[in-house]
């Protein structure tokens, strides 16, 4: 796989898998753009996850990554984004299938709900996988706005 740019953020709950996933990415060779939050204080987490979705809705990342405490409002955050397909991701099953059956391009994890070892193989999983397009374009393309 070549190197991608990669927008990257999360909120406190998030820092400690978003190091660990940062730190995998860039030794691959991705370049990242850290969107933060680089500090155990509370923060809210629609602030980064607005940050990263505008990053890969304006095409300067091809791809996001975000962390909260369960994934879940850090995706929902995002999807608010046209164009944004966010996934809150466990493990490489669901990664695979949201790649190739809904061209998801922000991966969202739950740092307190997953660990940084399926983490690191899901998000590596996402990045590998190509949208299959076929009939999965059809249904993609009925989410998208008019």
Request: charged share 20%; with cysteine.
């Amino acid at each position: 796989m070549s190197a991608l740019t990669i927008a990257i953020g999360g909120d406190h709950a998030g820092l400690p898998l978003k190091t660990i996933l940062q730190a995998a990415l860039a030794e691959a060779g991705h370049s990242l753009l850290d969107f933060g939050t680089n500090s155990p204080d509370s923060v809210d987490y629609p602030d980064f996850a607005h940050k990263v979705a505008e990053a890969v809705e304006a095409g300067s990342a091809r791809f996001g990554v975000l962390v909260c405490g369960t994934g879940i409002g850090i995706a929902i955050a995002a999807n608010r984004h046209p164009g944004i397909r966010a996934a809150v991701l466990h493990n490489t099953t669901e990664a695979r299938l949201t790649r190739a059956h809904n061209d998801a391009n922000v991966a969202c994890f739950g740092a307190r709900l997953v660990g940084p070892e399926p983490a690191l193989d899901a998000l590596r999983s996402f990045l590998a996988t190509e949208f299959e397009g076929g009939r999965h374009a059809r249904r993609l393309a009925k989410l998208m706005p008019a």
